[in-house]
Structures are given as C-alpha cells and as structure tokens.
C-alpha cells in the first residue's frame, strides 16, 4: 500500500529582468504548446513582451522543483478589467493546477479585474471545467493550419 506525499506548491511573478532564465527551463514545453495552438503567436514574441512588462510571467514550483510557467495578461478593457492566461506549459500538472488557479485568482482581485479568461484546446478546457470555470463562447477561424 502506497501513501501519497503532498509536495507544497509555490506559485511566484517573475520579475521582467529575470524572464529569460525561467522561460529557458520549459522553452521545449512551451514551442510545442504553440505550435498545437495554431501558430498565432511564437515563444520569441511572448518572451520579448514578458522582458518588457506588458505580459506577466509566472512560475510553478513543486516540492521545490520548477514544474510549470503561464503568461498572463491584465487587459483594460472599456466596461472592465479582465486577466487573460496566454499560456500554460510544465509537468505534471495535476499536481500543481490547482494552487496556481488560486494564485491567478487572488491576482485578478489584485488587479480589478472583474474576471479570468483562457483560450485553450478542448483539453485544457475540460481541466478548467472541473476546476470551477464555465465556457462562456466558441472560438471560430477560417484559414490557417
């Protein structure tokens, strides 16, 4: 019989001058989510737009060990504030998702926002379903591959 271990889960910022090291560390992961994605946006343009602060790098540490790392951008819109997650890559997930969520949460009330948004493949999207998210549209496109 096996006992589970909880490993604690730290969920931090990343200072815009320290971008480029933790995007190094999952830059595998992160291409290939991209390129699953459809190819609208490259790993070089969200890096360029994290080291300059107009995108908000985060990171995932499980039991001490770099699991995970999302891209997360404050959109002012007219009516109200929203964050949006641009991207989400790592290992073992399931492990970590949860806190991570959380920490998104406790940013957007920082922030104003009035809510979080993901665009995501059907995958994710089942993920955030049973983490409490609700689908509110469909994304449709003609063209591309």
Not at 43 to 50: F, N, T
Not at 56 to 77: F, N, P, Q, T
Not at 100 to 127: D, F, I, S, T, W
């Amino acid at each position: 019989m096996g006992f589970g271990v909880a490993m604690e889960t730290d969920v931090r910022w990343i200072p815009p001058g320290e971008a480029k090291e933790a995007w190094a560390a999952f830059l595998p992961a992160i291409r290939r989510g991209l390129a699953r994605a459809g190819g609208d946006l490259t790993a070089e343009s969200l890096m360029e737009a994290a080291q300059s602060g107009a995108l908000s790098l985060w990171s995932i540490e499980l039991g001490g060990v770099a699991a995970g790392i999302a891209v997360i951008e404050v959109i002012d819109r007219p009516a109200r504030a929203a964050v949006s997650v641009i991207l989400v890559a790592g290992r073992g997930m399931a492990g970590w998702i949860g806190p991570a969520l959380g920490a998104l949460e406790r940013y957007r009330v920082l922030n104003g926002a009035h809510k979080a948004e993901a665009v995501c493949r059907p995958g994710m999207a089942r993920l955030l379903r049973r983490m409490g998210w609700r689908p509110k549209g469909v994304i449709m496109e003609s063209g591309g591959a």
